[in-house]
């Protein structure tokens, strides 16, 4: 009998180990966090970022929307260069995962996106290939003709690390058929933030919300009214928090204010059923939307119907109108077997041409100023201009410092307390400032 | 020992470490080198990718020992740990004890509840959140109320709870019916002849006779309890405010090590939840003989 009972137990330790090796990966098909959303999650975790391999090119974005429209601009490139190229895709969080672990072991991708959260991590460690002196050499490059705060991004030390790629603007997204129900005209570009919060309120019914914010995701909702409002993030030498700045409390008070008084759902609700997918069903009547969902917003068939994009409020004057922008970065790994090539085909995805094919094929707003207009017809059902004269507005890049996340993070889980009202916003915001202060010294 | 082999059991001796050997060098590969080189990393501060570790002793566990989100998962796990296993023992017990019986469709009903085992903890997970929507869900829309499950801090981990027993529930049971094969019948049969009914016959012949079964399934449930991590990373993000009454330890570590690449301050909190698990593995462990019984 013990030993048949021993029998069980081993056979069913060995089945348990089985399954808790098939449990352990937990971040099969994880859920994008706050940007660049629409990451099509992959049906099962991918378990390698991609490697370098001499005589062909490995690219890795995480964007899934965005790769037919790539891979195309990729063809052209090597139909002229005669070198084969795949575009690889891996889901937000588990493209930064294995990208560390590859940069740990050495094994990176030729050619893959960069972001603010990370870049100054990979760049000080010389994971990344400088590109300096290749785009000092080529004709095709000229740094002056991308957006400022996306040059920058990618620098350290007067070298640069990755070229733009693209820019993100934030607008504001409404329905149309909510606005003609409650006979509110549709928001343009003479709109306040205080027009915002009261209109808002006239499109509050028990139906659906006048507008709805994102709680996680800053540069789609409170960062723009913070720094519109003329209060900051960050100091500009990344040493100081401005969450407790007098203007930074008024701003976030007003979506408090929006919350308690029913115009925008409370946070439970937020927080299960995100802005973006209540617009998507109906209920909320406005939605502050980065330029990156609007794949998203075209194949739904509910907002291709019934909604549309207007420019975001302003405060005093038009001049203070703030756009939160972030821009990806092309860059290759710094010990990647075909330099020449990888340096190739960045110049050429960066270039005038590359830049205006990426904007016709509407896979994003191009970095290379002026190469954008093209993107505006790309979805005839939205009137992108929208986004568009978002460029035009106040260009604030997005707040970063070298380790982004942890003060990022805190931020969010603190504001919750200001959300559901529990604390007062001003005690709130000075906690968080203290705290990030305390962060930004340890960096 | 000191004695001479004979050649029989030297070349049992040789044969024997050849078969283990595959297995063992998985193990150390793949468990016993990792651990240890996680208990290592919990004295240092890591520094990026791998490179500038730095030596800080026990800072680390200084500053789990005042830091309360640590102690606040840790209590989130245990609640978790308390609804999940003892329900899901008890369920899983009765379901197997009525499946052991000659029943129409008895082979259905058992691939019916293993059918959540099978399934990715990810599937499972995403379903559920829609289920459980405050808003949109079928829970509240069909039976008429508004409950945030999982976004009131109060209720939240027991919601993802009931997920765990849901999904464990069926591997439970396969494993009591496996036990239940090794009671005979005939105790049973002398149980009727003197007048005991089912619930007696329950208490007094079948959970003493698997309870080296019963034993198992509360071990390594308890261990699989104390790490959970899929369920709630996949249900609860950043921004809800249950955030902090659900994020279990695991969950922290991940976030530590993962999220923000504080990589040894992560493994010092997974240190932690070891020894919790060791604590509690030994407490049971000593407690077995008062209540298990191996023949």
Known sequence: MKKKVLAILLSAVTVLSMIGCGNEAPAAAPEAPAQEEQAVAEEEAPQSIGSSVEGELSVTIWDEGQRPGLQQIVDDWSAESGIKATIQVVDWNNYWTLLEAGATGGELPDVFWMHSNVAQKYMENDQLLDLTDMIAASDKTDLNNYYEGIVKLYQLDGRQYAVPKDIDTIALWYNKTIFDEMGVPYPDDTWTWKDFAENAKKLTNDEHWGYAIAPGNNQEGYYNTIYSYGGYVISDDKKKSGMDDPKTIEAIKLFTDMIADGSCPDLATVSETAPNELLQAGKTAMCISGSWMLAGYRDNEYTAANCDVAVLPYTNDPSDRVSIYNGLGWAAAANTKNPEAAWSLIEYLTSKEGQLKQAELGVTMSAYIGTSDAWVNSVPAFNLNGHMDMLDAKLVFRPYSRDTTVWEDMMIEKLQDAWTGDKPVDEVCMDIAAEMNADLAEE | ?295
């Open chain 2, 1 to 295: 020992m000191g004695k001479k082999l004979t050649s029989r059991q030297k070349s049992e001796l040789i044969w024997g470490w050849i078969f283990i050997i595959p297995t063992m060098l998985g193990l150390f590969v793949l468990n016993i080198y990792p651990m240890i080189d996680t208990i290592k990393q919990s004295f240092y501060k890591t520094g990026d990718f791998g490179k500038g570790n730095k030596f800080v002793g026990l800072a680390n566990y200084q500053k789990v020992l005042g830091d309360s989100e640590i102690w606040q998962s840790l209590w989130n796990t245990v609640k978790y740990a308390i609804v999940e296993v003892p329900i899901s023992i008890v369920i899983a017990l009765l379901l197997a004890v009525l499946l052991n019986k000659k029943l129409k469709g008895r082979d259905t009903f058992r691939t019916i509840f293993f059918l959540p085992m099978v399934v990715a903890p990810a599937a499972i997970a995403m379903v559920w959140k829609w289920l459980y929507n405050s808003n949109f869900g079928l829970i509240n829309n069909v039976f008429h109320v508004r409950v945030n499950w999982i976004s009131d801090p109060k209720i939240a981990i027991y919601s993802i709870a009931a997920i765990g027993i849901w999904s464990v529930i069926g591997y439970n049971m396969v494993l009591f019916l496996a036990g239940l094969q090794e009671v005979p019948r005939d105790y049973y049969e002398a149980a009727s002849l003197d007048g005991a009914n089912g619930w007696h016959q329950l208490v007094n012949i079948t959970i003493p006779l698997i309870s080296p079964t019963i034993f198992f399934v509360l071990v390594t449930r308890i261990i699989g309890a104390m790490q959970v991590f899929d369920l709630i990373y996949m249900m609860i993000d950043l921004n809800n405010p249950a955030w902090k009454k659900t994020q279990s330890l695991v969950f922290l570590f991940y976030k530590y090590s993962f999220e923000q690449s504080k990589k040894g301050y992560g493994a010092t909190v997974v240190v932690v939840l070891l020894l919790v698990i060791l604590v509690l593995t030994v407490v049971q462990l000593i407690g077995q003989k008062k209540w298990v019984h191996y023949d």
